[in-house]
């Protein structure tokens, strides 16, 4: 499966984006989608991820009660909602996605054999 995300952009503390995660190639069914984001100098961390069958989530600490992820199978498309933004989110954010996942790996990104090109989401203060 190919992965196009965007939706990224500079924005103020506080403001929202959405960023958005295309599939093509084949539809998202069976997979775990993944966000994962990475800062200038610092590793690549798991954001959030969203098992497509079934719709069950999950979220970093960081960004509990801000992110939202969610899906929309018609459109093969799985969605980052950003609310609440703090420059400490600035970083590159990539989507990722892979099948068969135990809940073990959902949050490590050597576990995702696919990947998007990255969006940069800038957050000024």
């Known amino acids: 499966v190919q992965l196009q995300a965007s939706g990224g952009g500079l924005v103020q503390a506080g403001g929202s984006l959405r960023l958005s995660c295309a599939a093509s190639?084949?539809?998202?069914?069976?997979?775990?989608v993944g966000w994962f984001r990475q800062a200038p100098g610092k590793e690549r961390e798991f954001v959030a991820a969203i098992r497509i069958n079934g719709g069950h989530t999950y979220s970093a600490d960081s960004v509990k009660g801000r992110f939202t992820i969610s899906r929309d199978n018609a459109k093969n498309t799985v969605y980052l909602q950003m609310n609440t933004l703090k420059p400490e989110d600035t970083a590159v954010y990539y989507c990722?996605?892979?099948?068969?996942?135990?809940?073990?790996?959902?949050?490590?990104?050597?576990?995702?054999?696919?990947w998007g090109q990255g969006t940069l989401v800038t957050v000024s203060s």
């Open positions: 190639g084949r539809t998202f069914s069976g997979y775990t």
């Open positions: 990722a996605a892979s099948r068969s996942l135990i809940i073990s790996q959902i949050g490590a990104n050597g576990a995702y054999n696919n």
